[in-house]
């Protein structure tokens, strides 16, 4: 079989041994991704190979436009950072050169700024479901979750600020991961909603998820909201065995709106936890149908603020109307942001503006940090009784493109079961446990109290020990 | 609460965002029907409920003042869009 098709640990494996050598690797992945993301559009841009740090040890791994990689193009997938090429790397990236991993020299497709769940907002264009080239990958680390479904790459790095790795691996069938907050650091991160966003792992199975949280968690200094806790060894809780382990199912998840093919789905892997030893029971997070709209107005707020400083100084584009020294500052900045976000960006950031303004700002902001304090509560209380709470991903299996592109509001509907995790700062997986008729994967999403991913590996790594599911691959 | 067209015209002048009129135009009737389903939160009685700006329980995370080399100057203004010397250029400000 193609090195490619392989995971890193299986990968790992051979390094080891010396049967194979990473650039074998390198050129069994470029093989791949010159015949098949023609078609999944995984990534952006063409191969800048002089970039190529040649490692021994780990197989290269696929980054995310967003994380910053020094000397290699990092634009949020929008024209406002164009050809930006950060002068640094982030936290994640120094730590996985450490470790010895080669960074791909290309970067995986995203919504501009995260800003999405489809991928469609790209200025690069829309990324492709390798299950089925017509539907959407889901977003906003669309190209990662792709490029690792089809194979095209290893292993990748997302972001994840209310959903955007976990329902892009539940519509491509691998695994992803949105760490505690604090537990991985944001530094050079191109921020979004800086109380939300965590850097995370997509992968083919649990093993890679664990191995590369294993590389990348840990305290940071130069990220103030990484948080000063000991980092465990995540392999250790790859055990088969969750007996007597207590599982939530929370009732606000399994209402109108659910496809009934995914509720179906969800079911038996409910079953198959219980028979595996698992105590599951039905349990109530009350304030969910909040979770959709106290995120529009905190995460649009922040994000209002962090994006005021693609202005056309420092970096990327400045508007060629504003070339005369003589022309307004202000008209410069306006014409720059308005010709150089798109349509979506735009949207987040006047809706974010406009929650903080005078007059609003208690009606909205301070009100949905409010409701942020009661959905981190029902967390706290379900908790209490309970190792992990199970839910479904996203409500329907991916959708095709184009369908709600024009409907921000049903888009925004898409993440309805993802996006209480980012308020309550809990770490989440999505594990793939089945497949619609269609031949469209779903996902399981798995929540744990705060630093306790291992109690994710322990459930997901038991599940998928027994079930199939990670081992489909989709025929491009 | 409702959102007029003027109003998003003056959030978009906050902003610094130059906007189309259609634009504009359909800006102001999605952000209407966005603020309209986030109205649902005011259904909620939060008078006694501290806000959570932040999940983590950090407060003024400090370091020690200790000098550290910055990045190089050429590095930093390699991306700028407009530069003069060692400096960001940018239109004129003060008359």
Redesign the interface.
């Given at each position: 079989m193609e090195l490619n098709f392989l995971t890193a640990h299986e990968l790992i494996e051979k390094l080891d041994k010396k049967e194979i050598s990473s650039s074998d690797i390198l050129n069994s992945l470029y093989k791949r991704i010159n015949e098949t993301d023609a078609k999944v559009r995984a990534y952006v841009r063409t191969p800048d190979t002089k970039h190529l740090t040649p490692s021994t040890k780990l197989p290269p791994i696929s980054i995310k436009d967003n994380i910053c990689t020094e000397g290699l193009n990092t634009e949020c997938c929008s024209k406002i950072l164009e050809?930006?090429?950060p002068?640094?790397d982030a936290t994640v990236i120094k730590k996985l050169k450490e470790a010895g991993a080669a960074i791909l020299p290309l970067k995986t497709n995203m919504d501009e700024f995260a800003f999405g769940s489809s991928t469609e907002n790209s200025f690069f264009g829309v990324t492709s479901n390798p299950w089925n080239l017509e539907c959407v990958p889901g977003g906003s680390s669309g190209g990662s979750a792709a490029a690792v479904a089809s194979d095209e790459a290893v292993w990748a790095l997302g972001s994840d600020t209310g959903g955007s790795i976990r329902q892009p691996a539940a519509f491509c069938g691998v695994v992803g991961l949105k760490p505690t907050?604090?537990r991985v650091s944001r530094y050079g991160l191109i921020a979004f909603a800086s109380?939300l966003d965590q850097i995370g792992p997509i992968t083919k199975d649990v093993t890679d998820a664990a191995l590369l949280m294993n590389i990348i968690a840990g305290y940071d200094?130069y990220d103030?909201?990484s948080?000063d806790i000991a980092k465990p060894d995540y392999t250790r809780a790859l055990e088969n065995n969750i007996k007597g382990i207590k599982i939530g199912i929370p009732k606000e998840y399994f209402v109108q709106g659910l496809d009934s093919e995914v509720g179906k789905i969800i079911e038996e892997a409910i079953t198959k936890l219980k028979s595996l030893g698992a105590v599951c029971k039905e349990v109530t997070l009350p304030h969910t149908?909040?979770a959709?709209?106290?995120y529009?107005?905190i995460a649009t707020a922040e994000a209002?603020s962090n994006l005021?400083r693609f202005?056309?100084?420092?970096?990327?584009?400045?508007t060629p109307n504003?070339?005369?020294?003589?022309?307004?500052?202000?008209?410069?900045?306006?014409?720059t942001?308005?010709?150089g976000?798109g349509?979506e960006a735009?949207?987040r950031?006047?809706?974010g503006?406009?929650a903080l303004?005078h007059g609003?700002y208690d009606?909205?902001y301070?009100?949905?940090?409010?409701?942020?304090?009661?959905i981190?509560k029902d967390f706290d209380d379900a908790f209490k009784e309970l190792d992990c709470i199970l839910t479904p991903t996203a409500p329907t299996p991916a959708f095709k493109i184009k369908e709600k592109v024009d409907d921000?509001?049903k888009m925004?509907l898409s993440d309805i079961y993802t996006i209480s995790a980012n308020l309550?700062?809990v770490p989440a997986v999505s594990i793939p446990c089945g497949f619609t008729k269609n031949n469209l994967p779903v996902g399981l999403q798995i929540i744990a109290k705060?630093f306790n991913e291992e109690a994710l590996f322990k459930v997901s790594y038991a599940y998928e020990q027994n079930t199939p599911w990670h081992e489909m691959k989709p025929k491009i | 609460m409702a959102i007029d067209k003027d109003t998003v015209k003056h959030t978009a002048l906050l902003a610094r965002i130059e906007l189309g009129d259609k634009e504009l135009e359909k800006l102001s009737r999605q952000l209407h029907d966005i603020l309209g389903f986030i109205d649902k939160l005011s259904k909620l009685d939060v008078k006694d409920i501290q806000p959570t700006s932040h999940i983590l329980q950090l407060k003024n995370v400090l370091r020690e003042d200790v000098p550290r080399t910055s990045l190089p100057v050429e590095k930093v203004l390699a991306n700028a869009p407009q530069r003069q010397g060692d400096f960001f250029s940018v239109p004129k400000v003060i008359e």
């Open positions: 050809g930006f090429k002068p640094y907050y604090g109380s200094p103030a909201t948080a149908e909040y959709v709209p106290v529009y107005i209002s005021a202005d056309g100084v420092q970096y990327g584009y400045r504003s070339k005369l020294p003589t022309q307004n500052l202000i008209e410069m900045y306006k014409k942001r308005g010709e976000f349509e735009k949207r950031i006047i809706l503006t406009f303004s609003y009606a909205y301070l009100r949905a940090l409010k409701v942020r304090t009661l981190k921000p509001l925004y309550a700062g705060p | -």
